[in-house]
């Protein structure tokens, strides 16, 4: 019974240890990335579903300054100003206009792929891989809510730079998300009018303007 006893103190210990180290890395990336006043990333994403028989490959670029951010993917960009949405899709000349609304905002958007972890997850340091010489420690991410339809997301940081370098999703159906950073560049001279949109602009060009509010 003391053996058994001894067991269950030990796997509590090592677990609240993980936990702790998690969290301590989790925030020392935080930090990192707040003190930065713009970053920019190209980036490899891949979408991948076994039993459906879906493995799709993309890439794209997303600038980010605050909660302000442009993401290129799929043919398709948007633009966040700090309070609305532009999607502008150049293939139908159409732009569509929302205004943001945080307490509907349950995705890990671009404005929060770098910090969405600070609140509702339960953290521990999981396996630590060599990529081209470089340590990237995992960080595996547990939604604190049952009923989340994310399963868990493991979290990929470089442990020298303490930047995220990959994030994998898994989703309660099954469905793997994997986005894998290919260039991370900070403090960028970036335009002054890279997180405003130009209405007159794209009038101009023909396209349709879609104001859902």
Do not use: C, W
């Not at 547990?142 to 493991?154: R, V």
């Amino acid at each position: 019974m003391k053996k058994l006893a001894l067991v269950f103190i030990t796997i509590f210990t090592v677990a609240t240890a993980s936990a702790q180290d998690a969290k301590k890395l989790l925030n020392e990336v935080s930090a990192k990335v707040r003190s930065y006043d713009n970053i920019t990333i190209d980036f490899k994403y891949n979408l991948n579903n076994k039993k459906e028989g879906v493995n799709q490959d993309t890439r794209g670029d997303v600038s980010l300054s605050g909660e302000k951010y442009v993401l290129n993917m799929l043919g398709t960009t948007r633009l966040f100003d700090g309070k609305k949405i532009f999607t502008i899709v150049p293939e139908d000349e159409e732009v569509t206009i929302s205004t943001y609304n945080a307490k509907d905002d349950k995705d890990i958007t671009p404005s929060k792929m770098l910090t969405f972890y600070e609140k509702g997850y339960n953290a521990k340091m999981d396996i630590v891989q060599n990529v081209s010489g470089r340590k990237i420690q995992f960080v595996k991410l547990t939604p604190i809510d049952s009923n989340a339809e994310i399963k868990d997301i493991l979290l990929g940081i470089d442990a020298q730079t303490k930047h995220i370098y990959k994030l994998i999703q898994t989703d309660a159906k099954g469905t793997k998300y994997t986005l894998t950073v290919q260039s991370f560049k900070t403090n960028q001279p970036l335009s002054k009018t890279l997180f405003t949109f130009d209405e007159a602009k794209y009038k101009s060009d023909g396209y349709y303007i879609n104001k859902l509010d």
